[in-house]
């Protein structure tokens, strides 16, 4: 499983289906719809500031992170970024590979 961190910004007509659902009302879709693509809903928060919610999800693949966040963008409610995570053993893997590169003008 691949693990996503997706950051939130709903509309003014997002806002509206939030204070008409409630947060749990909320949490509740995204953990369906994440289950429903075979992955599990780690944690959701909502917040104050550059975005409205964070939420973090292990989901079987990119593919499916991409289906989320292509759905939810879709809806014009909600402007969805969709990080994805890596553990640190990862790095460590990265780290390990050779890549050929040179900088510009080197």
Not at 74 to 91: K, N, Y
Request: charged share 25%; aromatic share 6%.
């Amino acid at each position: 499983m691949a693990k996503f961190l997706w950051k939130a910004s709903y509309t003014s007509e997002g806002v509206k289906g939030v204070l008409k659902e409630g947060g749990t009302g909320r949490r509740a879709v995204v953990e369906k719809a994440v289950e429903a693509l075979g992955g599990k809903l780690e944690s959701l928060y909502f917040a104050l500031g550059e975005h409205d919610l964070y939420a973090i999800a292990d989901l079987p693949d990119t593919v499916a992170a991409t289906a989320v966040s292509l759905t939810v963008n879709a809806s014009g409610m909600v402007a969805l970024q969709t990080v994805e995570l890596l553990t640190p053993e990862q790095v460590d893997e990265a780290s390990k590979k050779s890549v050929e590169y040179r900088p510009p003008g080197a």
